[in-house]
């Protein structure tokens, strides 16, 4: 009797092993993903700050953050390619509040954005507060900087 238990169990063993063996075989390779590179900013004045990512797609830009506002703030984030300005985005005028917040920027254009501006302003979107200019090559972002950058839909004539 021992001799036919260890026959059924060795062949239900062989059986299970076969299945999944081939259940295996069957599965499509598991899908691998490239992360994109991101790079990170700090920008704090006061109590204000607005603390992030800015993630390089490949023709696109997320920049993403914890947003705290103490008084009226505002950020902001421009997308360039070289020396052509390709888009921007702010928040609404938060006051004394913070959550999260996306400033989601289009880069369409070969190879996408090279760098991007992420900015603080009070309620006035001319009173620059402090400001990052992050790069893509290195995924760094170098500041803060006092103030604001060139920013085309707001200023009529390029920094000399």
Known sequence: MKAKSRRK???AVAAVTSVAGLALAAAPAAA???AYPTSSFR???GASYYIGKVT?????VGVDGAFKAVGYRRVYAQAWAGGTWLDWQSSSTWYN???PASL?????VEGGANSVDVWMTSD????????FT?????SVCVGPTVGRPWVPPLDAVAPA
């Not at 390089?56 to 696109?60: E, G, L, T």
């Not at 989601?104 to 369409?108: G, H, R």
Request: net charge negative; glycine share 12%; proline share 6%.
């Open 32 to 34: 691998t993903t490239t």
């Open 97 to 99: 509040t913070s959550g």
């Open 104 to 108: 989601p920027l289009t880069a369409d």
């Open 9 to 11: 169990i060795g062949a």
């Open 56 to 60: 390089w797609y490949n023709r696109a």
């Open 43 to 45: 920008i704090e004045v």
């Open 134 to 138: 992050c790069y893509r090559g290195n």
């Open 124 to 131: 006035n979107p001319y009173d620059g507060l402090e400001y």
